[in-house]
């Protein structure tokens, strides 16, 4: 029994009578709700059927409450950490969300989003049935449908669509995936090249940057076990699987590992690192390469793994054709080429102390195969040639051997998981040009934020388009460009947003249908956290509530509030209703591997997943489970301890047949083509890439158009100084930075967090501030290319100077046509066309306190829903990674006296323009072969091989 000792503030509210005294005799061991252990503030998973707690307003009445605890996975970022959720069983209401310590990645921790699914679920202005638009599109009316009119009115539309052969004309967009293979499985047994995601509005840039080198297009940095970190952003406080990858910085940080980081603003991140570097936006791969510069020219190089596993032969032979090919050359070569990055070239591009540089360089260095570092949104996805910065930090990890190893960073897809599959629907047979167009060869990832201008210039249409908890009307640039082409029934036939929360996209949709939060839905979910591979199954509580008390359910909406849905049943629905008598093959796909001819369900599509998923039918019959029964009382499973240098794992036997031994490159080729490089005398399985090594040279981007990035180079960005015009007082605003309780769209109907984060103000250095007499609360108005914000100043020294900042996490609004909802985050405002293309956004009433079924509604206190600025950002395609470019030249000046706080003004004339100016930059396909793109490079919803030929054979 552990004892509870009183606290000092106990203490004193004890002698001052303000609490009973707890600690007299009698009261001296008051014993702790939990065993003491490991594990110990958790309920023991034995007790989770029936768990007892006092209810914590009963004070010393001590009501007690027995609870059910069901795990599932929190959906608020894609970190997919583990949540036990609490179910009273009188009621059946869930009470509250807390860490699921079985989670392999999160390990029983969440940030404030996890247990904020509380306030999603309970949200009194949520959306509870599907509706479908009355008047026009746009026009705020709604009514009420069944689901069965849903299904039957879109599976229609699709089913013409197809017989029409128009199945570029079916898509689906995804703002947040977090559904290992879902959706492939569905549009591939479609038939249709119909996937496109927000990655380019997100990651591409760094993906690419990451790609070009090895294949894998992530990064996951064992932090734990790291002597030295690097981060390219706030990434501890509020960047990519922060929570997750939060913790183990620490653990690295309190086992001595050092941490550096580069951000321009003084996050908090920045302010628990022992090496803040301010780099000016876009010369971050100034400084990466003066350190590998420095790494290289002091011999801090891990000559093993360069010799092993970069194609340094090649590399040479392309950089110094005449020279002998010798190990030794390789090093002279590359000593010359990164001899002009010096520590003082790259202080005066980033503003960081040259000393600083060789400081931080030379302990990457000494940290060796220790040393880990990621970067993923933040510069990678702010300027013109953000992909490089993440190649040039790769180059680091490369120098230093650091590639797959115990404390360093390895390629994410050694992390990931892939469930198995019942039944693979062949690849699509289509290329759809409006996501993957001519002049993008090497985008990343789809070019979805171009979709509104392609619409525009005709390069398509789209029959029925969904929008999957996805906002681009909001989240991407240009959203009076979306609002403009969602408003166009004749560029969109049908829009279908699916949804959990209403957002300013649901707004202009023909459906909208409530999809379910965290705990209403089923999803599996796998991702890099750190070293091991695990599976987290995100399941519909209540549903799994009613059958652990004997009731089955056939529908998840049958269990969750209202008619709350889930979309992978929907999809199953779907499908079977597009392909009523089979005809089309799509039926096929959806039968139950359990049951001759019978339509799937869902717990038997998760039930084959986990009993093909290595160790854990053996794990859940230790304790007398099934797979899937396990899955659903633990809500996660381990599926490998650590993939470490997965690299060197040996090529299979069969691959080899028929194949060359080439000594000289060390190396076996097959047909032309290396299938696996020869290290410590055996075949291995290498990388992703055409050498199976990690790749200096690159060969792919000199073929396809850009021989000036054959070698990790330093691109200027477009927000490079040189490119600024000082006479007209341009400046940079950095608009990426994320705040660590909010998520884009989701979080808007999170109470708790929307209290703690209401505002985002434009930061600024308090020398600009005083050159243009602003001081902090003062209204400053922010021009962009194609229009303005209004927003408040927020003066600090904690921001670079000569460049502002605003998080994009706010500024969310309704109109007043629109149904209440998100009330604690949105301003209502009104929207006017005053001009042909030129649109005026104005609030017209901020947040306030308001009555409803929950009581804290009535106590709002804040009046600040922030300003919406990605609205008046031009779309700025790189014209190689195909990322959205995010930050922006912009003029700061206080406010005009008819300005007010939140107005937005856009001409979307003008970011028409702005679009045509950056396709200019672009070099076409085809490439090599007539190819689209190369065959090597990864693809999202990758269709037949034939289809990446321009004149394919038809
Ligand atoms: S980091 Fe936070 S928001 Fe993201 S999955 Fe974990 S608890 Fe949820």
């Known amino acids: 029994m552990s004892v509870h000792k009183p606290s000092f503030i106990e203490n004193i ?67 997919g950490c583990g949540l036990l959720s609490y179910i009273d069983k009188d009621t059946l209401k869930v009470r509250k969300f807390e860490g699921n310590p079985y989670h392999p990645g999160s390990r029983g921790r969440n940030c404030a989003k996890g247990p904020a699914t509380i306030n999603q679920i309970n949200d009194t202005d949520r959306i509870l049935y ?164 420095i790494i290289i020219r002091e011999r801090l190089f891990n000559e093993k793994f360069l010799r092993d596993w970069v194609n340094w032969r090649d590399s040479l032979a392309a950089l110094n054709p005449g020279a002998a090919v010798t190990f030794d050359n390789f090093i002279a070569e590359l000593e010359k080429l990164y001899s ?39 510069a990678g996805s702010g300027n013109l040639g953000g992909w490089a910065v993440a190649r040039c930090l790769h180059f680091l990890s490369v120098l230093t051997g650091s ?109 909208v249908l409530p999809m379910g939060m965290a705990s209403e839905r089923h999803d599996l979910t796998s991702y890099e956290t750190h070293s091991g591979m695990w599976i987290s199954f995100r399941q519909p509580i209540l549903r799994e509530a009613a059958r652990r008390m004997g009731r089955e359910t056939t529908f998840t909406y049958e269990t969750n509030p209202g008619e709350v849905w889930e979309e992978d049943e929907f999809w199953f629905e779907l499908s079977w209703r597009i392909d009523p008598d089979g005809s089309l093959g799509i039926r096929n796909h959806f039968i139950s591997p359990y049951r001759e001819g019978e339509k799937i369900t869902i717990d038997e599509y998760y039930r084959y997943i986990f009993e093909h998923t290595k160790g854990l039918p053996e794990k859940a019959a230790e304790e007398g489970l099934t797979a899937l029964d396990y899955m659903r009382k633990y809500g996660a499973f381990e599926v490998e301890e650590s993939v470490f240098e997965k690299n060197m794992d040996l090529a299979p036997e069969t691959h080899l047949a028929d194949a060359e031994i080439d000594a000289e490159h060390a190396e076996i080729r097959k047909n032309g083509a290396t299938i696996a490089p020869i290290v410590d005398g055996k075949a291995r399985v290498g990388f992703n890439t055409p050498s199976k090594r990690q790749e200096l040279f690159s060969k792919t981007t000199v073929e396809w158009g850009w021989p000036e990035y054959a070698v990790p180079t330093y691109v200027k960005s477009h927000i490079h100084p040189e490119n600024l015009d000082a006479s007209k007082g341009e400046i940079v605003l950095v608009p990426t930075f994320r705040l660590p309780t909010l998520i884009h769209t989701r979080s808007g109907n999170a109470k708790w967090l929307n209290e703690i984060s209401n505002r985002n103000p434009l930061w600024m250095h308090t020398s600009d501030a005083e050159q243009w007499g602003i001081k902090t609360g003062d209204l400053v108005r922010v021009s962009t290319e194609i229009g303005y914000f209004v927003n408040r100043a927020w003066v600090t020294e904690g921001m670079r100077p000569r460049v502002v900042a605003c998080s994009h996490h706010i500024g ?143």
């Open 13 to 79: 509210a004890e002698k001052l009578q303000l609490i009973p005294r707890l600690h007299d005799k009698g009261f001296a061991e008051l014993p702790s709700l939990t065993e003491p252990g490991k594990l110990t503030d958790y309920p023991p998973p034995e007790k989770w059927d029936d768990w007892v707690e006092y209810e914590a307003k009963s004070g010393q009445k001590r009501e007690k409450r027995n609870y059910m605890i069901v795990p599932t996975t929190c959906f608020n970022c894609e970190a």
């Open 130 to 293: 599907p509706l479908r638009r009355k008047g026009k599109r746009g026009g705020g009316e709604w009514e009420q449908v069944s689901w069965d009119d849903v299904l039957d009115d879109i599976a229609a539309k699709i089913r013409t669509a197809l017989q029409e052969d128009r199945r570029n004309e079916v898509v689906y967009h995804v703002g947040r995936p977090g559904h290992e293979g879902f959706m492939d499985r569905i549009l591939q047994a479609w038939g249709v090249d119909g996937h496109n995601s927000h990655t380019n509005i997100c990651s591409a840039g760094a993906r690419f940057g990451y790609a070009i080198w090895q294949g894998f297009d992530r990064p996951s940095p064992d932090h734990a076990n790291a002597d030295f970190i690097l981060l390219i952003s706030a990434h501890l406080e509020s960047g990519h699987y922060f929570n997750p990858h939060a913790q183990r910085i620490i653990e690295g940080m309190m086992n001595g590992a050092k941490l550096a980081v580069m951000d321009t603003r003084l996050s908090n991140t920045a302010s628990m690192a022992d090496y803040w570097m301010a780099t000016y936006p876009g010369s971050e791969a100034a400084v990466l390469l003066a350190m590998a510069n």
């Open 340 to 378: 002009e990055y010096t520590p003082e070239f790259a202080e005066a591009e980033s503003g960081v102390a040259a000393e600083t540089i060789v400081d931080v360089a030379r302990r990457i260095g000494r940290a060796g195969t220790r040393f880990s570092c990621h970067n993923w949104r933040s």
């Open 403 to 511: 590639v797959g190893t115990v404390g360093g960073t390895l390629p994410s897809a050694w992390n990931k998981f892939k469930p198995a599959s019942y039944n693979t629907p062949p690849a699509q047979r289509f290329w759809n040009e409006l996501h993957f167009p001519l002049e993008y060869p090497l985008a990343h990832y789809e070019m979805s934020f171009l979709l509104p201008h392609f619409l525009k210039e005709g390069r398509g249409k789209l029959a029925v388009y969904f929008t999957r908890v996805f906002n681009p009307v909001w989240t991407y640039p240009d959203g009076f460009s979306w609002i403009e082409a969602l408003s166009d029934e004749s560029k969109i036939g049908l829009h279908v947003a699916l949804t959990p929360t209403w957002n300013e996209t649901a707004y202009f949709a023909d459906y």
């Open 812 to 954: 969310r609004w309704r109109r007043e046509q629109d149904a209440e909802n998100n009330r604690w985050s949105t301003n209502q405002v009104s929207i006017d066309e005053v001009e042909p293309g030129k649109w005026k956004m104005r609030v017209v009433e901020g947040i306030g306190a308001y009555k409803s079924d929950d009581p804290d509604t009535s106590r709002i206190f804040w009046t600040d829903g922030g300003v919406h600025q990605n609205i008046t950002f031009p779309v700025h395609p790189d014209p190689i990674s195909g990322m959205h470019c995010w930050h922006q030249k912009v003029t700061v000046e206080k406010a005009h006296p008819e300005d007010k706080y939140g107005d937005v003004f856009v001409d979307t004339e003008k970011s028409f323009a702005v679009y045509k100016e950056w396709l200019a930059l672009t070099r076409s396909a085809p490439g090599p072969n007539g190819l689209r793109r190369p065959l090597w490079l990864g693809r999202p919803l990758r269709p037949a091989e034939e289809t990446f030929y321009v004149d394919r054979p038809k």
